[in-house]
């Protein structure tokens, strides 16, 4: 257990339990029964976001914010297998096996894949975070995709399935919780209401764009034979029985039904709102979505054109309660902030000369900071004379033409040439956790050339000039798109708390599972904190960007200060009473041990047969056998007289899947250890191109665990 403050523990532990509804950090103890509290969880999660507030007032701001409680049980709770299903659960804690990929469902095949660009993402509904509920519940947990493809008799629009969890004892895993054809082709995010009995999203249709809200039931059918659901008017959407639906045309000031292919539903829990962007820059806002009679709202200078010099279509917005705005950026690169009572429009400088803003930007609503992406920043100073890949940070009240911080990322392309979009990046939990906004921001920058995640050290809310490299994705001279970056704290890793960050590739992926073609990798990126007790086997991300294994077979304390660690692989740091092993820079791949091969010391690195990471420590040409590995963190292996020698530095800190034309964005949910429910700690996506999955051929709906990707 960390003596640390956890990733978002507030200012007293007291102030928590008074606000919060019964429910009680990780660690408590057992026996306190539990609040039943829902869990929605979809791509608006990672876009608006509330590091650590910096004094009692805005404290009580961001309470007022159901995001905010959202986003602090996500983060905080553990989940626990149902009580059917702990006997299977503790034959399971006796027989551990690496999690690998869990499932993966056959969505449909067409001229256009499922999940048609990277910034999109799946919705995941849980009715209980302390327990996961399997197929055999009353109430299952399930998850939401869009499929892509345009509905019809034999084309879901939309699909849900349950019984997620490979440890679920109720039959094939997963099953298809409901399945419907609203009509149109779905090309934007689902969300789930907040008691989970209900869906939204836009799709379009002819040319039109539609607001569809959707009253699911367990009506079961497939993607090639979705159920039958009724269609019934706004007015009488309340009172229908499920499965129904309704239809809200989206229009603008002159009562011409726009289209929307761009921009997904955000939904304010608070109010009952909901935003969206489209076609030509209208913005739209409909009310009484799920509690109301849903109606877009034609008053007050609603819907707005937030870009009628110039228009192009939206990314999806972000409304921030603190602030009143909404933000939402356009393909034309320019960030806007609405007024949400008046629809008065702030438009920024021009911030992307590249491929537009395609992806809506993150607030950070405690801070009151908002962080753009953008795909080339046209200004010609990167190497070579080239524009650079950038992320920029502007206050939320913003004024016309404000340029803000820029962090360069990389290069992007020559004027001219259009590089790959920047899509978003994710914050660490030092940010989060930090009282002064002091953390790590990771980004998939380089857009003109091969991607490669960046590190954007983030200073008391200050941004640097440039982020620094971390790991280059692909294979060389690759100029593959990347998607957005997920950043996953799993407080029960086998070894203790753990964070990863998940990014794909479209293509030329170099982990040797994905054979050159569309890549998803995690590495560990967990921040080092002082006076912490660390295990045995528990790693972290040092200064220096290598991994560090924690040597010191007790559970021990680290010091007051971050150590000076080390800058070669193999060699050990000290750290009060934790002795680090130094695994090297993060890389999403490591080739295994070869016979016969000259290897140098403290530099070569392998993967041995047991997934770990053996660095030598005396350079040499191979044996032409391998060695017997030593399974234990820091111990050596010697090959023989004369050949290399080898030390354990801990489990490889990196792991892939192979996913066809890349992955959609990535939403997470449930952070229970793997020995308490095999497959329970996952991670959603869909893959932009079509493979063989359970079903067919297509584009598919994928899980698969956060800690064991292959």
Known sequence: MQ??????????????????????????????????????????????IFSRPGSTAELARVQQDPRYWQQLYREQQQMMVRGEDRDWADRFRRHFFPVRRDWAQDLGTGTTSPGTAPGLYAAKFSFDINEASCGSDPTPDFVVFSTGLLGSSSQASVVAYDNLYKGCPSGTVPSVYWAYNTGGQVLTSPIVSQDGTQVAFVETNGGFGILVLLKWAASGGSFSAPASISTVLPASYQGCTAPCMTQVALHDSHGTQTDDQTSSVFYDYKDDIAWMGGAFGWLHQVTGVFKGTPTEVTTGGFPVQVNSGNPTSLSSPVYDSGSQSVFVGDYGGFLYRVNASNAGVTAASQLDFGTGIVESPIVDSAAGLVYVFSSSDGLEDCLSSLNCAAVFQLPVSFSANAFGSETTVGESSASGNTPNPLYIGAFDSAYFSSTTRTGNLYVCGNTGGNPTIYQVSIVAGVTPASGIAVAQLPSNGSTAACSPVTDIPNP?????????????????????????????????????????????????????????????????????????????????????????????????????????????????????????????????????????????????????????????????????????????????????????LNGASQIYFSTLGNESCTGGTGGCAVQASQAGLQ
């Open 492 to 676: 029960n890793g086998s070894a203790g708390p753990i964070e990863r960050i998940f990014v794909s590739t479209q293509n030329n992926g170099s982990a040797a599972i994905c054979a050159g073609g569309g890549c998803l990798s995690s590495f560990v990126d967990t921040p080092w904190t002082a006076s912490t007790m660390y295990n045995y086997g528990q790693q972290v991300l040092s200064t220096r960007l290598h991994t560090e294994t924690v040597v010191s077979t007790m559970s021990s304390e680290s010091g007051l200060t971050p150590p000076v660690w080390s800058s070669r692989p193999g060699q050990t740091t000290s750290d009060f009473h934790v002795t680090w092993i130094d695994q090297g820079t993060v890389a999403p791949t490591l080739s295994g041990w070869s016979p016969s091969t000259p290897y140098t010391a403290n530099s070569s690195r392998i993967v041995d047969s047991n997934g770990n990471v053996e660095v030598a420590v005396i350079g040499g040409k191979s044996g032409t056998s391998a060695p017997s590995w030593s399974t234990i963190i820091g111990n050596t292996t010697n090959e023989g007289t004369g050949l290399p020698s080898w030390v354990n530095a801990g489990p490889f800190a990196s792991a892939s899947i192979a996913a066809t034309g890349g992955a959609s964005g990535i939403i997470w949910d449930n952070i229970v250890s793997p020995i308490t």
């Open 3 to 48: 003596r640390s403050a956890p990733r978002f523990v507030l200012f007293s532990i007291g102030v928590l339990i008074l606000a919060t509804v019964g429910w009680v950090l990780s660690g408590s103890a057992a026996s306190q029964p539990k609040a039943r509290i829902s869990m929605s969880t979809d791509w608006s999660h990672q876009h608006l």
